[in-house]
């Protein structure tokens, strides 16, 4: 029998970007999470993911089914949680690396002072919807490409971009740097949540590259001196780390940064969360 389950499975690939990941992240076999899928596919008539690619993708189908299937269970969410019809319902705001960077303390206190009865919870997400595909939040930070269908965008203040550089180099002594300046490294992008491709430089100029799996081991990889990164600026906020130093990127165009939620929200606290935060974070 088919049922939601599979369908939250599905959205949980969709937003992983691999099985395995899925897999990890709803803490069951890789096997079975394959056997659900198929089944869905099975029930439905229609191939949803590719897997003749190297990289999982959607298929045309894949994406619309998805479309339609954040709606829908997000619906079913709030109309099976009780706590869904009290404000004492925490109110869930999801990001993939740093929240609002700078803004976040000022956020929250605000928030608590204002809302006192309505918890907001910060829920960190590996993927490029932030936990918002999959229902886990009510609203996300989101930078760079808004990879979400079905759901509405406010646009923030962007956010300039920073070179991340191993400490005691020569290039962490420069006082700003160019994307021309990063061509005879290495650089590391994080393959689920990282808003760095190899389009920022010119086809015939770009660096050499390498792909990490998350934050944590692009941080750790710079610092041993493996790679450079570029990163947004409220990383330089949130994610001081020893043996990282962060340099202004010259040159550079700023990176978008969004505030994205589902429509119609899924928490009734969702519109004064969007006021407040364009109040403090607005473009």
């Known amino acids: 029998m088919t049922d939601l389950r599979h369908v939250r499975a599905f959205l949980a690939i969709a937003e992983a970007g691999t099985v395995t990941a899925a897999a ?157 300046d990063l061509v005879g490294e290495t650089v590391a992008i994080n393959a689920h949540t990282g808003t760095t491709t190899p389009d920022l430089w010119p086809a015939g100029g770009r660096p050499a590259m390498t792909w990490v799996g998350s934050t944590a081991d692009w941080l750790v990889l710079i610092a041993a001196g493996g790679a450079v990164g570029v990163t947004a600026s409220a990383t330089a906020s949130v994610h001081a780390f020893p043996g990282v130093a962060y340099v202004p990127l010259d040159g550079v165009a700023p990176l978008p940064v969004w505030l994205a939620f589902g429509e119609p929200p899924s928490h009734p606290a969702v519109p004064a969360l969007v006021e407040l935060v364009r109040e403090i974070a607005g473009a």
């Not at 190297?54 to 189908?61: F, G, K, Q, R, S």
Request: cysteine-free; aromatic content about 2%.
């Open 24 to 180: 990890a992240r709803l803490r069951i076999g890789q096997p079975a999470l394959s056997r659900t899928l198929r089944r869905l596919e099975e029930h439905l008539g229609v191939r949803l993911v590719d897997r003749s690619t190297h990289h999982l993708e959607l298929t045309p189908a894949g994406r619309a089914y998805r479309e339609r299937a954040v709606r829908v269970v997000a619906e079913v969410d709030g109309l099976l949680d009780p706590g869904a019809l009290w404000t004492t319902a925490p109110l869930r705001l999801g990001h993939a690396w740093s929240a609002l960077g700078t803004h976040t303390p000022e956020l929250l206190r605000r928030w608590r002072a204002a809302h006192p009865d309505t918890p907001l919870e910060l829920t960190q997400v590996d993927g490029p919807g932030a936990g918002l595909p999959a229902g886990v939040v009510d609203a996300a930070v989101i930078r760079g490409r808004v990879r979400v269908p079905g759901v509405t965008t406010v646009a923030l203040a962007p956010e300039a971009r920073l070179a991340a550089v191993p400490a005691g180099s020569a290039l962490a002594a420069r006082s700003s740097l160019t994307l021309a």
